[in-house]
Nanobody, 128 residues
């Protein structure tokens, strides 16, 4: 079965960094668009970042642009989210997602419905 497992979350002070990883199994990872979403307490799940199967296209939410970087290593079946200059408002459960469509533009991959598989999430807490 297809499985996505996030790791790397934890507690960090404002201004610090974390790198999240999402390990995939059960499908041809290199064919999938990958995304990160997050859900803060009391809020809807929101888009964070996406990357095309080749890594040639990326997209970021305005709130994280310039601070977060999404990348992938298809040989390792893993996608990463490097998070720098963390702020308390980044506190959320972060979810990895995989979509089996090709890259369809920036807007399409901000939508939850564009993804077919989801991980369980990993908690990121940023203290002030």
């Amino acid at each position: 079965q297809v499985q996505l497992v996030e790791s790397g979350g934890g507690l960090v002070q404002a201004g610090g960094s974390l790198r999240l990883s999402c390990a995939a199994s059960g499908y041809t990872f290199s064919r999938y668009t990958m995304g990160w979403f997050r859900q803060a307490p009391g809020k809807e799940r929101e888009f964070v970042a996406a990357i095309s199967w080749s890594g040639g296209s990326t997209n970021y939410a305005d709130s994280v642009k310039g601070r977060f970087t999404i990348s992938r290593d298809n040989a390792k079946n893993t996608v990463y989210l490097q998070m720098n200059s963390l702020k308390p408002e980044d506190t959320a459960v972060y979810y990895c997602a995989a979509g089996n469509s090709g890259w369809r533009g920036n807007y399409y991959h901000t939508l939850e419905a564009s993804y077919d598989y989801w991980g369980q999430g990993t908690q990121v807490t940023v203290s002030s």
